[in-house]
């Protein structure tokens, strides 16, 4: 079963990263199953009632990869960490299927409570390089939440969140009508990191065309 689960751990990595080229490599030089293999192993003990020895491993896998996944996280099949430095994943969080995570991703807390106090993600999700998911909230199936994004409220499903604070910015492919702007990207349902909608910017150059017009309008009258 053990085998079984890492063939499929590696399976994963060659369906989304295309700069993975043998199975020797991805087993050698990928950090994100190193520390997926370590916290099966602490979590298994974790859930025997043991302490020191789940946290021990999982700071030693810390250590050697640059993610800290707590024993206590509850993480689902297909989880995909690509490079994976400053990954935090904490005690009471849970992670459905077929996630796919980048570096600096943080499913944190918000205070010192006690219980759940971590984010549960659903499944198919993205989260980008950077985000920061913090304290009980639910994280809908098929999300997208951009690089550099803090999200503090949960999240429907079939969404795509950006920015600080996070702001749902579309819906099942198709821009809300607040933005006023319907870009390419946003349509687009398949959506690259890179082409992350930024609403801050998208709000700016509206404004920026009220102006222009309104401008324009108090020319004339004085003209």
Same mark, same amino acid.
């Given at each position: 079963?053990? $085998?079984?689960? %890492?063939? *499929?751990?590696?399976?994963?990595?060659?369906? !989304?990263?295309?700069?993975?080229? @043998?199975?020797?490599?991805?087993?050698?030089?990928?950090?994100?199953? &190193? =520390?997926?293999? =370590?916290?099966?192993? =602490?979590?298994?003990?974790?859930?025997?009632?043991?302490?020191?020895?789940?946290?021990?491993?999982?700071? @030693?896998?810390?250590? $050697?990869?640059?993610?800290?996944? &707590?024993?206590?996280?509850?993480?689902?099949?297909?989880?995909?960490?690509?490079?994976?430095? +400053?990954?935090?994943?904490?005690?009471?969080?849970?992670?459905? /299927?077929?996630?796919? %995570?980048? *570096?600096?991703? @943080?499913?944190?807390?918000?205070?010192?409570?006690?219980?759940k106090r971590h984010p549960t993600v659903g499944d198919n999700?993205?989260?980008?390089?950077?985000?920061?998911?913090?304290?009980?909230?639910? %994280?809908?199936?098929?999300?997208? %939440?951009?690089? +550099?994004?803090?999200?503090?409220?949960?999240?429907?499903?079939?969404? @795509?969140?950006?920015g600080v604070p996070g702001k749902v910015v579309s819906r099942h492919g198709?821009?809300?009508?607040?933005?006023?702007?319907?870009?390419?990207?946003?349509? /687009?349902?398949?959506? !690259?990191?890179?082409?992350?909608?930024?609403?801050? *910017?998208?709000?700016?150059?509206?404004?920026?065309?009220?102006? /222009?017009?309104?401008?324009?309008?108090?020319?004339?009258?004085?003209?």
């Amino acid at each position: 079963m053990v $085998f079984g689960q %890492i063939k *499929q751990d590696i399976k994963v990595i060659f369906e !989304r990263d295309p700069a993975a080229k @043998t199975i020797v490599e991805v087993i050698l030089c990928y950090p994100g199953l &190193h =520390a997926l293999i =370590a916290h099966r192993l =602490a979590h298994c003990l974790y859930k025997k009632n043991m302490v020191l020895i789940p946290r021990l491993i999982s700071q @030693t896998s810390r250590f $050697f990869t640059g993610i800290e996944i &707590h024993p206590g996280a509850k993480i689902g099949q297909g989880l995909f960490i690509d490079h994976g430095m +400053g990954v935090v994943i904490g005690e009471t969080a849970e992670v459905g /299927n077929n996630v796919t %995570i980048y *570096q600096g991703v @943080t499913l944190g807390g918000t205070g010192k409570e006690k219980g759940k106090r971590h984010p549960t993600v659903g499944d198919n999700v993205f989260i980008g390089s950077g985000a920061k998911i913090l304290g009980s909230i639910k %994280i809908g199936d098929n999300v997208k %939440i951009g690089a +550099g994004s803090v999200v503090t409220k949960p999240v429907p499903s079939n969404t @795509t969140v950006v920015g600080v604070p996070g702001k749902v910015v579309s819906r099942h492919g198709m821009p809300l009508k607040e933005l006023h702007v319907v870009t390419k990207s946003v349509c /687009n349902k398949e959506i !690259r990191a890179e082409e992350m909608p930024d609403p801050v *910017q998208e709000t700016l150059q509206v404004l920026m065309e009220r102006i /222009n017009y309104l401008e324009k309008k108090l020319g004339e009258k004085e003209s």
